[in-house]
């Protein structure tokens, strides 16, 4: 007969990691499940330094990502590279591109996926490929015209990191004020190399063969600016797709847990950013999450069990 696990767990980023080694620790038979080559998730995007989780000062994110590879390696936690296309509810079962597995419980951490303006041109422009890094492929902006769409941290550190090299950059905002950090806003105002167009919207990316363009609305206004390349830095959403119509979400997107990270299906769990409001994200809250919803599982399983 084909294995049935205790739990399931889809998304190998903190929150998922911690779920499996929670679950390896308390005995229960696991599959982490994950659809990227590496597991990690969001830390391969993290440029900065991690100093903010106990006993690791990681110079960046992938270094910590390198030290959840090693623990689950250690405690020998089976790792199936491959995405989850869907999830049958009634017949628990996890629908993978790479064959259907049947487990007593699920643990969902999918995370987050960037934030879409869905504006004419987005789509080709993003299957180009053409949204690099501002810190590992920085020496695409050489001498290019950037464009970067956001007010948060993201887009402000991205501008910042390319202005200095960029022919020119220009950062465009929908809101009257910025939400990055205060130091980052300083220097944005502060450097000779960025235009700042604030209650601004870009509308359409348009693409005339070598030239591109964008299409603006600048307080009301339309313009049309001549860009190399344009960075949408507007957030991150909940990657929720996989338990559309099953689970009840929040209006953000996010998933409704109760204290112990259940969904509205008793089965089912969901931890990590995928249920976290945007202020709340982080390696820690993950990583406890994924802590609170093993231990709750097997405490579910206890009492199912009698
Ligand atoms: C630029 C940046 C800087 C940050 N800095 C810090 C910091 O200094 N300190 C801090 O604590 N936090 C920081 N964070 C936040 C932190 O990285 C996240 O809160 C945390 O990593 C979230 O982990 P997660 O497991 O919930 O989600 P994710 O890391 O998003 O992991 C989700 C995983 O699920 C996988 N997945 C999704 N769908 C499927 C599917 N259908 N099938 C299989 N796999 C799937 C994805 O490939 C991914 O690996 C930062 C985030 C960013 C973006």
Same mark, same amino acid.
């Given at each position: 007969?084909?294995?049935?696990?205790?739990?399931?767990?889809?998304?190998?980023?903190?929150?998922?990691?911690?779920?499996?080694?929670?679950?390896?620790?308390?005995?229960?038979?696991?599959?982490?499940?994950?659809?990227?080559?590496? !597991?990690?998730?969001?830390?391969?995007?993290?440029?900065?330094?991690?100093?903010?989780?106990?006993?690791?000062?990681? +110079?960046?994110?992938?270094?910590?990502?390198?030290?959840?590879?090693?623990?689950?390696?250690?405690?020998?936690? /089976?790792?199936?590279?491959?995405?989850?296309?869907?999830?049958?509810?009634?017949?628990?079962?996890?629908?993978?591109?790479?064959?259907?597995?049947?487990?007593?419980?699920?643990?969902?951490?999918?995370?987050?996926?960037?934030?879409?303006?869905?504006?004419?041109?987005?789509?080709?422009?993003?299957?180009?490929?053409?949204?690099?890094?501002?810190?590992?492929?920085?020496?695409?902006?050489?001498?290019?015209?950037?464009?970067?769409?956001?007010?948060?941290?993201?887009?402000?550190?991205?501008?910042?990191? !390319?202005?200095?090299?960029?022919?020119?950059?220009?950062?465009?905002?929908?809101?009257?004020?910025?939400?990055?950090?205060?130091?980052?806003?300083?220097?944005?105002?502060?450097? /000779?190399?960025?235009?700042?167009?604030?209650?601004?919207?870009?509308?359409? &990316?348009?693409?005339?063969?070598?030239?591109?363009?964008?299409?603006?609305?600048?307080?009301?206004?339309?313009?049309?600016?001549?860009?190399?390349?344009?960075?949408?830095?507007?957030?991150?959403?909940?990657?929720?797709?996989?338990?559309?119509?099953?689970?009840?979400?929040?209006?953000?997107? +996010?998933?409704?847990?109760?204290?112990?990270?259940?969904?509205?299906?008793?089965? &089912?769990?969901?931890?990590?950013?995928?249920?976290?409001? /945007?202020?709340?994200?982080?390696?820690?809250?993950?990583?406890?999450?994924?802590?609170?919803?093993?231990?709750?599982?097997?405490?579910?399983?206890?009492?199912?069990?009698?």
């Amino acid at each position: 007969m084909e294995k049935k696990y205790d739990v399931i767990v889809i998304g190998a980023g903190a929150a998922g990691v911690s779920a499996a080694i929670w679950c390896k620790r308390l005995d229960l038979t696991i599959l982490l499940i994950e659809k990227q080559a590496k !597991v990690g998730g969001q830390l391969h995007r993290v440029g900065n330094p991690i100093i903010d989780y106990p006993g690791i000062m990681a +110079s960046h994110g992938i270094q910590l990502a390198e030290t959840l590879q090693e623990h689950i390696q250690a405690l020998h936690i /089976p790792v199936l590279q491959a995405e989850v296309l869907q999830i049958h509810e009634g017949r628990r079962e996890v629908i993978t591109e790479k064959g259907s597995f049947h487990c007593e419980y699920l643990i969902v951490a999918t995370g987050v996926k960037d934030r879409l303006l869905r504006i004419p041109g987005e789509k080709e422009m993003l299957d180009r490929g053409e949204q690099y890094s501002t810190t590992k492929e920085k020496h695409r902006f050489e001498g290019q015209k950037v464009l970067v769409v956001g007010g948060g941290d993201r887009a402000i550190e991205g501008v910042l990191n !390319v202005a200095d090299i960029a022919e020119h950059t220009w950062l465009v905002h929908r809101g009257s004020h910025f939400r990055a950090q205060q130091r980052f806003v300083e220097a944005v105002h502060k450097h /000779p190399n960025i235009t700042i167009f604030m209650q601004s919207e870009l509308t359409e &990316i348009v693409d005339q063969h070598t030239l591109k363009a964008v299409r603006l609305r600048v307080q009301g206004r339309e313009q049309l600016v001549h860009v190399d390349r344009v960075l949408v830095r507007i957030g991150m959403e909940p990657e929720n797709q996989l338990l559309q119509g099953m689970v009840l979400h929040k209006s953000d997107g +996010s998933i409704t847990v109760d204290e112990f990270y259940r969904t509205s299906v008793p089965w &089912i769990f969901a931890v990590g950013d995928l249920v976290t409001a /945007p202020e709340l994200r982080s390696v820690s809250w993950a990583a406890g999450q994924g802590m609170v919803a093993s231990k709750s599982i097997l405490l579910d399983r206890m009492r199912e069990k009698g």
